[in-house]
């Protein structure tokens, strides 16, 4: 069954970094903003329930509706429950953001075992467990997956200052290519975004420093995934989308 040219089904991890109407978090304003377009989003999140909730909440009282769905996406076990729960819930799905990672600035040499394996860990292990626990739904719509990564991660560089999370952020974009020519056959798109520094990033940059002269917003990025959500791009998969505005080429 192709996609349907409306309202879809849309999974978005790590989305719950929301406060009364603050989307701090890219997760929690495409939430919002798929919504307002009359999506059905289901709002994960690992520990922030309260905020989940509110989140969903304030969108059932727009114009969409909103499922908040706690899971660990590290977990494999977790990540199978909520693929229950969105099957039960929602009755299928169309599409996934993978959105979730923690990000730390810290100089490699100073990092701990923890801070080192929770930043791949929520990255690139989150995307593959979470793809993979999805697939069965969205082989069955011939669905999306939409893989957020980072500005410049399609390069190998120095990253003395944010290492563990850029091989994640590269982990993403081979996870995203495998993906693409093996779901192929299957009608299943996989592409990546690569956001360069939004207006709530942190650290945030000088715009002056960014090439194009300004920030990035959670709209631009919202119109790369409105694109890859579309019929237009049906034929597009395992492709890397640059939305930083010359940051980090």
């Known amino acids: 069954m192709a996609m349907e040219n409306q ?7 790590g ?7 603050n989307e701090s978090g890219l997760g929690a304003a495409l939430a919002v903003r798929l919504a307002d377009r009359g999506h059905t989003v289901a709002i994960n999140h690992r520990s922030r329930n ?6 969903a909440e304030a969108i059932r009282n727009g114009p969409g509706s909103a499922l908040a769905v706690r899971a660990d996406v590290t977990d494999p076990d977790d990540v199978a429950r909520m693929a229950r729960t969105i099957r039960q819930e929602f009755g299928g799905l169309d599409a996934v953001i993978n959105n979730a ?10 990092l701990t075992p923890y801070e080192w394996e929770s930043q791949i860990a929520s990255t690139a292990t989150a995307t593959y467990y979470v793809s993979k626990s999805l697939l069965p739904m969205l082989r069955e719509r011939r669905g999306r ?5 980072d500005a410049g991660a399609d390069r190998i560089t120095a990253r003395p200052r944010t290492l563990p999370y850029h091989i994640g952020k590269m982990g993403v974009l081979m996870i995203t290519r495998t993906m693409a020519r093996a ?3 299957h009608g299943v798109t996989v592409n990546a975004i690569l956001p360069g520094v939004l207006e709530n990033s942190e650290p945030l940059p000088d715009q002056t420093r960014i090439p194009a002269g300004r920030h990035g917003t959670a709209d631009d990025v919202l119109e790369a995934v409105t694109f890859l959500l579309g019929e237009k791009a049906s034929y597009v998969t395992g492709a890397f989308i640059q939305v930083g505005g010359g940051w980090n080429l």
């Open 183 to 185: 779901e192929a056959g």
């Open 15 to 21: 989305a719950a970094r929301w406060s009364e109407g």
């Open 101 to 110: 990672g923690l990000f730390l600035l810290k100089d490699y040499e100073q």
């Open 7 to 13: 309202t879809k089904r849309i999974l978005i991890t």
């Open 145 to 149: 997956i939409i893989n957020i990564s």
């Open 50 to 55: 309260d905020a989940a909730e509110r989140l």
